[in-house]
């Protein structure tokens, strides 16, 4: 079975950096998309960037000039780069893998900016 294991988050200063790393365990073929949501507290879950496989990147535009994402295709990983953390930040963040049969999410990986 295929899952998405995350990891990175924690707490930071406003400010702050952080990385988050997702890898795939389990062999997966034809990855369309790989990405980033977050669900803010009484938010709904909304993209924050997404790497198609070939496409262009896309970033939300409250993270734009600040997140940065990555993926390794030979190690079917995708990282998050978040620098200049604000409170508003502040969510639970969940990789994405969207491949030809699969729509995969990770379990979720909390950030909390704050002083």
């Known amino acids: 079975q295929v899952q998405l294991v995350e990891s990175g988050g924690g707490l930071v200063q406003p400010g702050g950096s952080l990385r988050l790393s997702c890898a795939v365990s389990?062999?997966?073929?034809?990855?369309?998309?790989m990405g980033w949501y977050r669900q803010r507290p009484g938010k709904q879950r909304e993209l924050v960037a997404a790497?198609?496989?070939?496409?262009?990147?896309n970033y939300a535009d409250a993270v734009k000039g600040r997140f940065t994402i990555s993926r390794d295709n030979a190690k079917n990983t995708v990282n998050l780069q978040m620098n200049s953390l604000t409170p508003e930040d502040t969510a639970v963040y969940y990789c994405?893998?969207?491949?030809?049969?699969?729509?995969?999410w990770g379990q979720g990986t909390r950030v909390t900016v704050a002083s």
């Open positions: 994405n893998i969207r491949t030809v049969a699969l729509d995969l």
């Open positions: 389990g062999n997966i073929f034809g990855i369309w998309t």
């Open positions: 790497m198609p496989t070939g496409g262009t990147t």
